[in-house]
Protein backbone atom coordinates (compact mmCIF):
# COMPACT_ATOMS: atom_id res chain seq x y z
CA UNK A 1 0.00 0.00 0.00
CA UNK A 2 1.70 3.15 -1.19
CA UNK A 3 0.54 6.18 1.09
CA UNK A 4 -0.09 9.49 -0.49
CA UNK A 5 1.35 12.34 1.02
CA UNK A 6 -1.94 13.97 1.89
CA UNK A 7 -3.01 11.52 4.42
CA UNK A 8 0.46 11.72 6.27
CA UNK A 9 -0.96 15.17 7.58
CA UNK A 10 2.55 16.53 7.75
CA UNK A 11 5.36 16.89 5.80
CA UNK A 12 7.62 13.90 4.72
CA UNK A 13 11.39 13.96 5.24
CA UNK A 14 13.42 14.82 1.79
CA UNK A 15 14.49 11.64 1.06
CA UNK A 16 11.50 10.45 1.13
CA UNK A 17 10.06 12.46 -1.71
CA UNK A 18 13.45 11.35 -3.85
CA UNK A 19 12.17 10.07 -7.33
CA UNK A 20 14.69 6.98 -6.96
CA UNK A 21 12.87 6.05 -3.77
CA UNK A 22 10.16 3.54 -3.55
CA UNK A 23 6.60 5.59 -2.03
CA UNK A 24 6.66 5.25 1.52
CA UNK A 25 4.52 3.10 3.36
CA UNK A 26 3.62 4.52 6.82
CA UNK A 27 4.22 1.44 9.24
CA UNK A 28 3.52 2.82 12.52
CA UNK A 29 2.82 6.13 14.05
CA UNK A 30 3.91 6.34 17.98
CA UNK A 31 3.38 10.03 20.07
CA UNK A 32 7.70 10.58 19.33
CA UNK A 33 8.26 9.50 15.94
CA UNK A 34 6.88 7.57 12.72
CA UNK A 35 8.31 4.42 10.75
CA UNK A 36 8.15 4.19 7.38
CA UNK A 37 8.92 1.68 4.62
CA UNK A 38 10.99 2.30 1.65
CA UNK A 39 14.03 1.68 -0.57
CA UNK A 40 17.46 1.84 -0.69
CA UNK A 41 19.45 2.66 -3.42
CA UNK A 42 17.81 -0.17 -5.43
CA UNK A 43 14.00 -0.98 -5.41
CA UNK A 44 14.57 -4.50 -4.41
CA UNK A 45 16.26 -3.46 -1.03
CA UNK A 46 13.65 -2.39 1.61
CA UNK A 47 14.50 -0.11 4.48
CA UNK A 48 13.02 1.51 7.38
CA UNK A 49 13.10 4.74 8.07
CA UNK A 50 12.61 6.34 11.41
CA UNK A 51 11.37 10.19 11.30
CA UNK A 52 10.99 12.27 14.16
CA UNK A 53 8.88 15.17 12.88
CA UNK A 54 9.25 18.87 14.34
CA UNK A 55 6.60 18.99 17.75
CA UNK A 56 5.08 22.19 17.48
CA UNK A 57 4.18 22.35 20.99
CA UNK A 58 8.18 22.28 22.67
CA UNK A 59 10.32 25.33 21.56
CA UNK A 60 11.86 25.22 17.93
CA UNK A 61 15.27 25.55 19.32
CA UNK A 62 15.18 22.94 22.29
CA UNK A 63 13.19 20.63 19.91
CA UNK A 64 15.17 20.34 17.24
CA UNK A 65 18.43 19.85 19.34
CA UNK A 66 16.86 17.20 21.26
CA UNK A 67 15.83 15.17 18.18
CA UNK A 68 19.17 15.57 16.71
CA UNK A 69 20.73 14.39 20.19
CA UNK A 70 18.12 11.65 19.95
CA UNK A 71 18.25 10.54 16.11
CA UNK A 72 22.37 10.67 16.64
CA UNK A 73 22.04 8.58 19.64
CA UNK A 74 20.45 6.06 18.44
CA UNK A 75 22.31 6.21 15.29
CA UNK A 76 25.43 5.62 17.13
CA UNK A 77 24.41 2.81 19.39
CA UNK A 78 22.96 0.74 16.43
CA UNK A 79 26.50 1.32 14.54
CA UNK A 80 28.59 0.15 17.83
CA UNK A 81 26.13 -3.05 18.24
CA UNK A 82 26.28 -3.61 14.75
CA UNK A 83 30.06 -3.59 14.37
CA UNK A 84 30.37 -5.47 18.13
CA UNK A 85 27.74 -8.26 16.14
CA UNK A 86 24.78 -7.73 18.45
CA UNK A 87 21.81 -8.89 15.80
CA UNK A 88 20.25 -4.89 15.34
CA UNK A 89 19.47 -3.49 11.32
CA UNK A 90 22.15 -1.89 9.57
CA UNK A 91 22.10 1.83 9.67
CA UNK A 92 22.27 3.11 5.93
CA UNK A 93 21.96 6.89 6.41
CA UNK A 94 21.20 9.69 8.63
CA UNK A 95 20.16 13.18 8.53
CA UNK A 96 19.92 14.46 12.11
CA UNK A 97 19.09 17.70 11.65
CA UNK A 98 16.17 16.65 9.47
CA UNK A 99 15.43 13.89 11.89
CA UNK A 100 15.44 10.83 10.23
CA UNK A 101 17.56 7.71 10.34
CA UNK A 102 17.05 5.19 7.65
CA UNK A 103 17.67 1.58 8.58
CA UNK A 104 18.10 -1.86 6.71
CA UNK A 105 14.75 -3.46 6.90
CA UNK A 106 13.67 -6.00 9.27
CA UNK A 107 11.65 -8.49 8.05
CA UNK A 108 8.84 -10.79 10.20
CA UNK A 109 7.27 -9.41 12.73
CA UNK A 110 7.38 -8.09 16.46
CA UNK A 111 8.26 -10.89 19.10
CA UNK A 112 5.30 -9.15 20.87
CA UNK A 113 2.91 -10.37 18.14
CA UNK A 114 4.51 -13.92 17.65
CA UNK A 115 4.17 -15.01 21.52
CA UNK A 116 0.69 -13.59 21.97
CA UNK A 117 -0.30 -15.50 19.21
CA UNK A 118 1.61 -18.97 20.08
CA UNK A 119 -0.26 -18.27 23.63
CA UNK A 120 -3.64 -17.92 21.84
CA UNK A 121 -3.56 -21.39 20.10
CA UNK A 122 -2.10 -23.26 22.98
CA UNK A 123 -4.91 -22.09 25.30
CA UNK A 124 -7.43 -23.40 21.96
CA UNK A 125 -5.69 -26.09 21.86
CA UNK A 126 -6.42 -26.77 25.83
CA UNK A 127 -9.76 -25.59 25.57
CA UNK A 128 -10.22 -27.89 22.74
CA UNK A 129 -9.21 -31.27 25.16
CA UNK A 130 -11.61 -29.36 27.83
CA UNK A 131 -9.27 -27.83 29.93
CA UNK A 132 -9.95 -24.14 31.24
CA UNK A 133 -7.13 -22.88 29.18
CA UNK A 134 -5.37 -20.65 31.50
CA UNK A 135 -2.74 -22.49 32.89
CA UNK A 136 0.79 -20.81 33.14
CA UNK A 137 3.44 -22.15 30.72
CA UNK A 138 5.51 -23.99 32.65
CA UNK A 139 8.24 -25.17 29.64
CA UNK A 140 8.63 -28.33 30.84
CA UNK A 141 6.63 -30.40 28.07
CA UNK A 142 7.73 -31.39 24.68
CA UNK A 143 4.65 -28.77 23.98
CA UNK A 144 6.79 -25.54 25.17
CA UNK A 145 9.77 -26.59 23.78
CA UNK A 146 9.65 -23.62 20.57
CA UNK A 147 9.07 -20.98 23.24
CA UNK A 148 12.13 -22.11 25.77
CA UNK A 149 13.89 -22.01 22.72
CA UNK A 150 13.08 -18.50 21.52
CA UNK A 151 13.49 -17.01 25.03
CA UNK A 152 16.58 -18.24 25.56
CA UNK A 153 17.74 -16.50 22.16
CA UNK A 154 16.06 -13.18 23.85
CA UNK A 155 18.04 -13.42 26.48
CA UNK A 156 21.10 -14.00 24.56
CA UNK A 157 20.48 -11.62 22.10
CA UNK A 158 20.32 -9.19 25.64
CA UNK A 159 23.29 -10.64 26.94
CA UNK A 160 25.46 -9.64 23.75
CA UNK A 161 24.12 -6.17 23.64
CA UNK A 162 25.19 -5.90 27.19
CA UNK A 163 28.33 -6.93 26.78
CA UNK A 164 29.38 -4.90 24.44
CA UNK A 165 28.57 -1.78 26.71
CA UNK A 166 24.87 -0.78 25.74
CA UNK A 167 21.96 -0.80 27.59
CA UNK A 168 18.64 -0.35 25.73
CA UNK A 169 16.52 1.77 28.24
CA UNK A 170 13.16 0.44 26.64
CA UNK A 171 13.42 -3.37 26.45
CA UNK A 172 9.96 -5.21 25.62
CA UNK A 173 8.74 -7.36 23.47
CA UNK A 174 7.77 -4.44 20.74
CA UNK A 175 11.41 -3.69 20.23
CA UNK A 176 12.01 -6.81 19.74
CA UNK A 177 11.92 -8.61 15.93
CA UNK A 178 11.08 -12.02 14.93
CA UNK A 179 12.54 -12.69 11.78
CA UNK A 180 11.60 -15.77 9.85
CA UNK A 181 14.32 -18.51 9.01
CA UNK A 182 15.04 -19.52 5.43
CA UNK A 183 11.79 -20.96 4.42
CA UNK A 184 10.10 -18.72 6.33
CA UNK A 185 9.48 -15.56 3.87
CA UNK A 186 6.96 -13.13 5.41
CA UNK A 187 3.57 -14.72 5.70
CA UNK A 188 1.12 -13.16 2.96
CA UNK A 189 -1.44 -11.16 4.33
CA UNK A 190 -0.01 -11.27 7.82
CA UNK A 191 -1.57 -15.36 8.31
CA UNK A 192 1.37 -17.08 8.57
CA UNK A 193 1.20 -21.22 7.97
CA UNK A 194 -0.77 -23.38 11.09
CA UNK A 195 0.76 -25.00 13.61
CA UNK A 196 4.84 -25.25 14.04
CA UNK A 197 6.97 -22.51 12.72
CA UNK A 198 5.85 -19.86 14.42
CA UNK A 199 8.37 -18.90 16.94
CA UNK A 200 11.12 -20.11 14.47
CA UNK A 201 13.66 -17.00 13.59
CA UNK A 202 16.16 -14.60 14.73
CA UNK A 203 16.14 -12.24 17.21
CA UNK A 204 16.80 -8.51 15.96
CA UNK A 205 17.03 -5.82 19.03
CA UNK A 206 14.97 -2.47 17.63
CA UNK A 207 14.36 0.85 18.94
CA UNK A 208 17.25 2.47 20.33
CA UNK A 209 15.96 5.81 21.04
CA UNK A 210 16.65 5.70 24.69
CA UNK A 211 19.77 3.36 24.99
CA UNK A 212 23.31 4.30 25.97
CA UNK A 213 26.36 3.31 26.69
CA UNK A 214 26.87 2.02 29.72
CA UNK A 215 28.88 -1.16 31.75
CA UNK A 216 27.00 -0.44 35.15
CA UNK A 217 25.66 -3.56 36.62
CA UNK A 218 22.66 -1.66 38.15
CA UNK A 219 22.12 -0.30 34.63
CA UNK A 220 22.21 -3.42 33.55
CA UNK A 221 20.15 -5.22 35.47
CA UNK A 222 17.22 -2.22 35.34
CA UNK A 223 17.39 -3.04 31.29
CA UNK A 224 16.81 -6.59 32.96
CA UNK A 225 13.84 -5.47 34.98
CA UNK A 226 12.05 -3.04 32.35
CA UNK A 227 12.12 -6.26 30.31
CA UNK A 228 10.63 -8.71 32.93
CA UNK A 229 7.96 -6.56 33.67
CA UNK A 230 6.89 -5.32 30.42
CA UNK A 231 6.87 -9.22 29.79
CA UNK A 232 4.89 -9.93 33.03
CA UNK A 233 1.92 -7.51 31.73
CA UNK A 234 1.90 -8.39 27.94
CA UNK A 235 2.50 -12.26 28.20
CA UNK A 236 1.37 -13.02 31.80
CA UNK A 237 0.48 -16.62 31.23
CA UNK A 238 4.44 -17.01 30.38
CA UNK A 239 5.60 -14.87 33.22
CA UNK A 240 7.40 -17.08 35.15
CA UNK A 241 9.02 -19.38 32.50
CA UNK A 242 10.44 -15.76 31.09
CA UNK A 243 11.69 -15.17 34.45
CA UNK A 244 13.30 -18.57 34.91
CA UNK A 245 15.21 -18.29 31.05
CA UNK A 246 16.40 -15.08 32.43
CA UNK A 247 17.94 -16.40 35.10
CA UNK A 248 19.66 -19.41 33.62
CA UNK A 249 20.51 -18.32 30.13
CA UNK A 250 21.59 -14.89 30.25
CA UNK A 251 24.38 -15.98 33.07
CA UNK A 252 26.23 -17.71 30.27
CA UNK A 253 26.69 -14.44 28.09
CA UNK A 254 29.49 -12.73 29.91
CA UNK A 255 31.74 -12.92 32.45
CA UNK A 256 29.78 -10.28 35.05
CA UNK A 257 26.41 -11.60 34.37
CA UNK A 258 26.28 -13.36 37.38
CA UNK A 259 26.68 -9.97 39.33
CA UNK A 260 23.94 -8.29 36.95
CA UNK A 261 21.57 -10.77 38.18
CA UNK A 262 22.49 -10.75 41.98
CA UNK A 263 21.99 -6.82 41.00
CA UNK A 264 18.53 -7.36 39.26
CA UNK A 265 17.41 -9.27 42.79
CA UNK A 266 17.86 -5.84 44.48
CA UNK A 267 16.15 -3.95 41.72
CA UNK A 268 13.19 -6.44 42.15
CA UNK A 269 13.15 -5.44 45.79
CA UNK A 270 13.36 -2.09 45.10
CA UNK A 271 10.58 -2.31 43.07
CA UNK A 272 8.43 -4.45 45.59
CA UNK A 273 8.82 -1.79 48.39
CA UNK A 274 7.73 0.73 45.64
CA UNK A 275 4.69 -0.68 44.44
CA UNK A 276 3.42 -1.24 48.12
CA UNK A 277 4.34 2.28 49.28
CA UNK A 278 2.30 3.18 46.18
N1 LIG B 1 14.31 -1.74 10.97
C1 LIG B 1 13.03 -2.09 11.00
N2 LIG B 1 12.53 -3.00 10.13
C2 LIG B 1 11.22 -3.34 10.15
N3 LIG B 1 10.32 -2.84 11.00
C3 LIG B 1 10.74 -1.94 11.90
C4 LIG B 1 12.12 -1.51 11.94
N4 LIG B 1 12.24 -0.60 12.94
C5 LIG B 1 11.02 -0.46 13.48
N5 LIG B 1 10.11 -1.26 12.87
C6 LIG B 1 8.67 -1.37 13.18
O1 LIG B 1 8.19 -0.12 13.60
C7 LIG B 1 7.75 -0.15 14.96
C8 LIG B 1 8.17 1.14 15.67
O2 LIG B 1 9.58 1.27 15.64
P1 LIG B 1 10.38 1.71 16.94
O3 LIG B 1 10.07 0.76 18.04
O4 LIG B 1 11.80 1.92 16.56
O5 LIG B 1 9.71 3.11 17.18
P2 LIG B 1 8.96 3.76 18.42
O6 LIG B 1 8.63 2.75 19.45
O7 LIG B 1 7.90 4.64 17.88
O8 LIG B 1 10.19 4.63 18.84
P3 LIG B 1 10.55 5.52 20.07
O9 LIG B 1 10.18 4.72 21.30
O10 LIG B 1 12.07 5.69 19.90
O11 LIG B 1 9.80 6.81 19.89
C9 LIG B 1 8.40 -1.41 15.55
O12 LIG B 1 7.65 -1.95 16.60
C10 LIG B 1 8.45 -2.33 14.34
O13 LIG B 1 7.21 -3.00 14.15
MG1 LIG C 1 9.26 0.83 19.95
Request: net charge neutral; with cysteine; aromatic share 6%.
Amino acid sequence: MAADTATHQFPLPAILEYPSSTPPELITQGAEGRLYKSTYLLPSIPCAVKYRPPKPWRHPLLDARLTRHRILSEARNLAKCRREGVPVPAVYAIDESAGWLMMEWVAGGPVRAAINEWLRRRRDAERAEGRAGDAMVEGTGEADADLVALLRRIVTAIGRMHKVGIVHGDLTTSNMMLTPWERGKEPANGHSVEGDGLLEGDIVIIDFGLASQSVSHEDRAVDLYVLERAFSSTHPRAEKLFTAMLESAYKETFKEAPIVLRKLEDVRMRGRKRSMIG
